[in-house]
Antibody, heavy 120, light 113 residues
Framework: QLQLQESGPGLVKPSETLSLTCTVSGGSISSSSHYWAWIRQPPGKGLEWIGSIYYSGRPVYKPSLRSRVTISLEMSEKQFSLKLSSVTAADTAVYYC????????????WGQGTLVTVSS | DIVMTQSPDSLTVSLGERATINCKSSQSVLDSSSNKNHLAWYQQKKGQPPNLLIYWASTRESGVPDRFSGSGSGTDFTLTISSLQAEDVAVYYCQQYYDTPRTFGQGTKVEIK
């Protein structure tokens, strides 16, 4: 069964770049039937879609984050990554990676999430 | 962006009773070419990631109990829990995947009376 696992620093300083990796196990990352997404959730708040990427490598971003976000795919490593630059306290959140079933499609498999705190 | 608005924000229901959550989108999420509504419902229990319950507005995900059902079309959707169980205590979110950016409702917290 396919599983996702986020990894990366839990603490990032303001103005620096947040970098997370999602490792895919138990299945293929190069499927033409799926997109791979990043979603975040500030403590005690709702869900915010950040962006997603297809196996061919074309990412789609939330417009309000586009200037700061990069999502990339490393197929040989069965990983996809998120970079968010110039972070502030408002970027403190649990970050989830997820698989989208098709495009369009719902997010049917999620990682457990990783809390990233932005603080000096 | 398509704005998703859920009501109510919270809901307290007795065990065995029906729980109904509404979700309204700021524009239609019905794809006329496929006649499918691009609307999903998720359940998020405390400390866990969201779990997909319903997609295409009314298709139950594999393994989801049949007390969960989804209905609606266009801009107005409903998630119904026909007989609330203790394990259904959670926050429920609707999401549109008709357009990017994908957007979620603000969530509805369901508790036991």
């Amino acid at each position: 069964q396919l599983q996702l696992q986020e990894s990366g620093p839990g603490l990032v300083k303001p103005s620096e770049t947040l970098s997370l990796t999602c490792t895919v196990s138990g299945g293929s990352i190069s499927s033409s039937s799926h997109y791979w997404a990043w979603i975040r959730q500030p403590p005690g708040k709702g869900l915010e879609w950040i962006g997603s990427i297809y196996y061919s490598g074309r990412p789609v971003y939330k417009p309000s984050l586009r200037s700061r976000v990069t999502i990339s795919l490393e197929m040989s490593e069965k990983q996809f990554s998120l970079k968010l630059s110039s972070v502030t306290a408002a970027d403190t959140a649990v970050y989830y990676c997820a698989r989208d079933r098709g495009s369009p499609g719902p997010s049917d498999i999620w990682g457990q999430g990783t809390l990233v705190t932005v603080s000096s | 962006d398509i704005v998703m608005t859920q009501s109510p924000d919270s809901l307290t229901v007795s065990l065995g009773e029906r729980a109904t959550i509404n979700c309204k989108s700021s524009q239609s999420v019905l794809d006329s070419s496929s006649n499918k509504n691009h609307l999903a419902w998720y359940q998020q229990k405390k400390g866990q990631p969201p779990n997909l319950l319903i997609y295409w507005a009314s298709t139950r995900e594999s393994g989801v109990p049949d007390r969960f059902s989804g209905s609606g079309s266009g801009t107005d959707f409903t998630l119904t829990i026909s007989s609330l169980q203790a394990e259904d205590v959670a926050v429920y979110y609707c999401q549109q995947y008709y357009d990017t950016p994908r957007t979620f409702g603000q969530g509805t917290k369901v508790e036991i009376k």
